[in-house]
Nanobody, 124 residues
Framework: QVMLVESGGGLVQAGGSLRLSCAAS????????IAWFRQAVGLEREFVAA????????DDADSVKGRFTASRDIAKNTVYLQMNNLEPEDTAVYYC?????????????????WGQGTQVTVSS
């Protein structure tokens, strides 16, 4: 059983930065595909970024490319989402999710394990 715990959310002004953390337990993150999704009020959950098991190949949604970066610290068994130049449209609950097989995907359906989410609010 894999457990994921997000942290690092908060209130920030537009143009600011935050770093979200996703601490995993039950399995090493080097054997997991881990993705970040977000869900704003009234909208569907959307893919943000992902990092693969093994080599740590990353993928970013077009809406955050060049601003958000997924990374990992295997020693801490933690995945990060560095978010720079934040915009009010980035306001959402951010979730990390993990899959133990296959490849990273932008589809939420392939991820088995989910964290509880952390709120990010960007003021204009």
């Amino acid at each position: 059983q894999v457990m994921l715990v997000e942290s690092g959310g908060g209130l920030v002004q537009a143009g600011g930065s935050l770093r979200l953390s996703c601490a995993a337990s039950g399995r090493t993150i080097s054997t997991l595909n881990i993705a970040w999704f977000r869900q704003a009020v009234g909208l569907e959950r959307e893919f943000v970024a992902a990092i693969s098991w093994g080599a740590g190949i990353t993928d970013d949604a077009d809406s955050v490319k060049g601003r958000f970066t997924a990374s990992r610290d295997i020693a801490k068994n933690t995945v990060y989402l560095q978010m720079n130049n934040l915009e009010p449209e980035d306001t959402a609950v951010y979730y990390c999710a993990a899959s133990g097989d296959g490849f990273i995907s932008r589809s939420a359906r392939i991820y088995t394990y989910w964290g509880q989410g952390t709120q990010v609010t960007v003021s204009s």
